[in-house]
């Protein structure tokens, strides 16, 4: 059984269900959820409203049928008229800044927050229908319950029929699975265990690890070196068979000054820039969420004293 949602103004009909007759593969990347639960919690807190609405645009790579939702940022709405305005010309000009660094992505949808699509929502994705005649549209539920064990997340595809030579606009219910790659899951986890002090991430220890080979390693060819160098200044002998150890081992290390390397070693430390500045970010804003809820307490119990007096 398939649940509806119609709304007789606009011809639009919104399936509560998966209908299944899509063959959209859809990979969702946790950085994009993340982002989300950012927005929203930033939103939140600045606003003093936990029923605050975001909205933000969905960016990545579509070949066929295969979609990937690789990250996300955030567009502006207005309200004019009682209407729901996209500024146009700010996700333009967010979208080259992106094109910039990943000229391979593009824009494949929005995202909302609600349990519910709306009718506002239509009169929004109509409009970014210009930049994606097939527009996604992702709406994430900040009150599901905590113990539900599916992900509050819900995407739909726009599909256009013609019924009695009428144009009918509806939304399917469309399944994805959650994509992650390395950087994503180092954060994530890191991110899930820095909340607790004595606690500390796999991403933290397998850094403790390398930093303690790393320096392991540049003391002893400190000691190599300083060998070299003594042997250059004569004040130790020359020792043949050591020499030709270190010029064999010399040999074997690969050439690291091409241009090849020095890009995708540039690509790399961004990359790992973005994450650990996302980590930060997202640290900060649990360390402010909790500091406001307890900014809430405080500020009711002294009601209740008051109220006492």
Do not use: C
Not at 111 to 128: C, F, K, N, P, V
Not at 231 to 247: C, E, F, I, M, T
Request: hydrophobic residues 35%; aromatic residues 8%; glycine residues 4%.
């Amino acid at each position: 059984n398939t649940n509806t949602n119609t709304n007789t103004n606009t011809n639009t009909t919104i399936n509560t269900k998966d209908s299944g007759s899509s063959n959209l593969s859809i990979s969702l990347h946790a950085l994009v959820l993340i982002n989300i639960a950012d927005h929203f919690t930033r939103s939140k807190v600045q606003n003093n409203n936990p029923d605050t609405i975001i909205y933000g645009a969905l960016i990545g790579i579509q070949k066929g049928r295969d979609i990937e939702i690789s990250n996300s940022f955030e567009i502006i709405i207005s309200k004019v008229d009682n209407k729901f305005v996209l500024d146009s010309s700010f996700l333009r000009v967010k979208l080259e800044q992106y094109k910039q660094v990943f000229p391979q992505f593009d824009i494949l949808g929005w995202y909302s927050t609600g349990s519910s699509a709306t009718q506002h929502d239509i009169e929004i994705h109509r409009q970014l229908l210009e930049f994606n005649e097939s527009s996604l549209f992702l709406l994430l539920d900040p009150k599901a319950p905590p113990t539900e064990r599916e992900i509050p997340v819900k995407i739909y595809e726009t599909v256009l029929h013609i019924v009695n030579e009428v144009p009918k606009f509806e939304w399917s219910l469309l399944s994805f699975k959650l994509e992650t790659g390395e950087a994503e899951r180092i954060s994530v986890d890191h991110i899930a265990h820095s909340g607790a002090i004595s606690s500390s991430s796999t991403a933290m220890k397998s850094l403790s690890t390398i930093r303690g080979s790393i320096v392991m390693l540049k003391d002893r060819l400190n000691v190599l070196l300083s060998y070299v160098d003594e042997v250059k200044k004569g004040k130790l002998p020359k020792d043949p068979a050591v020499l030709r150890q270190l010029s064999h081992l010399a040999h074997i290390l690969p050439a690291l000054t091409t241009d090849t390397f020095y890009e995708e070693f540039v690509k790399d430390y961004n990359d790992t820039l973005l994450v650990t500045y996302l980590t930060t970010m997202t640290k900060s804003m649990n360390t402010l969420n909790e500091v406001m809820d307890k900014f809430g307490v405080l500020q009711e119990r002294l009601r209740g004293d008051r109220a006492g007096i």
